[in-house]
């Protein structure tokens, strides 16, 4: 058995991929298997990963199928994981060589069910590390960890006895994987290092807004679904009324005014405003929702009335950012 899986899926990055895979085969935990999955590629990337796989086939193991999704790809995988852990590296990030070394390392020293650490945002010209801390417990976790896939070390069998798989066919499939990840785990623990470079594309998926951005409201009716069929729902309905509001009115908020077909916007946050109040109609009323803080004040306020007032000004913003970024 290999310490670490690492599931690369990968699909037209051609310009970054090189770097990507240079990042992984030159990590200091050797005992590790790079898992690539080619989901239909139609640029230079199958060519590339192809070098890699000749050159290091005792570390990588190479998969191709149909184009299906970045969630897909990483379900197809899972039948090929060998390694005690599992990773998941999105093919347009890097890391750094120390990374898994470390991660796993922590992983056996704590008996963690799950690892998670740092990260830089890298954008062009600058780069911005998200921080991490220590939690509680569960309901900790529910609320304030980072809804991300790859910058965590999963234990296979925690994967393997919750049969848990990414939703295939929706945007937002880490925030479902993960949110029903959390009950199954007895103990995280988290390295505070940056290791990922989450690259920023323009042209990427996360920053491509249209109709699809409402998937998020399917995401968390399904966590919601599986959180009621384990029969845990009322032990965590206060952290997942929350989440639903918080993810509702502030980041899906912000994607869905980037909308720029003016009807799919407006239809877009009509659907999220109304899933919100029928799913929760008594959301305000949540004890998290009561805490100080910007965040809160700002969707205590959130009415039929200043809906329409926030999405102007939003928008306004948004105009005002794409022009600066256009003429400067």
């Given at each position: ?192 290092e940056p290791f990922i470079h989450y690259v920023q594309r323009d042209n990427s998926i996360s920053n491509s807004q249209n109709t699809r951005t409402k998937e998020i409201i399917d995401v968390l009716d399904n966590v919601i679904k599986y959180y009621k069929e384990k029969n845990i729902y009322n032990e965590y309905k206060e952290e997942l009324e929350y989440n639903y509001a918080r993810y509702i009115l502030c980041s899906s908020m912000l ?74």
């Open positions: 058995m290999k310490k670490v899986s690492i599931i690369v899926p990968f699909y037209n990055v051609e310009n970054y991929i090189d770097k990507c895979l240079n990042s992984l085969v030159n990590q200091t935990l050797e005992d590790i298997e790079i898992i690539l999955v080619n989901d239909g590629s139609k640029d230079n990337s199958e060519k590339i990963a192809k070098k890699y796989y000749e050159k290091y086939h005792d570390k990588i193991i190479y998969l191709e199928k149909q184009n299906g999704g970045l969630s897909d790809a990483r379900n197809y995988a899972f039948p090929y994981i060998n390694g005690e852990y599992v990773a998941f590296l999105d093919s347009d990030d890097y890391i750094e060589k120390d990374m898994y070394e470390k991660m796993y390392n922590k992983a056996i020293e704590e008996k963690a069910d799950l690892v998670e650490c740092n990260f830089w945002w890298e954008y062009p010209n600058e780069q911005l590390e998200s921080k991490g801390r220590i939690y509680k417990d569960k309901k900790d976790i529910l609320l304030n960890a980072r809804v991300v896939a790859w910058n965590k070390l999963i234990k296979k069998d925690l994967i393997e006895n919750s049969k848990i798989k990414f939703p295939v066919g929706l945007r937002y499939e880490d925030v479902e994987f993960f949110y029903k990840i959390i009950p199954h785990i007895k103990k995280l623990t988290i390295v505070e994607r869905m005014i980037m909308i720029e077909d003016k009807k799919t916007r407006n239809e877009t946050i009509k659907f999220a405003w109304n899933s919100l109040n029928e799913k929760f109609p008594e959301w305000k009323k949540n004890k998290y929702l009561k805490e100080n803080g910007l965040k809160n004040k700002y969707m205590r306020s959130v009415n039929n009335f200043t809906l329409k007032i926030y999405k102007f000004m939003g928008r306004i913003k948004f105009i005002r950012k794409q022009l600066q970024r256009k003429f400067v």
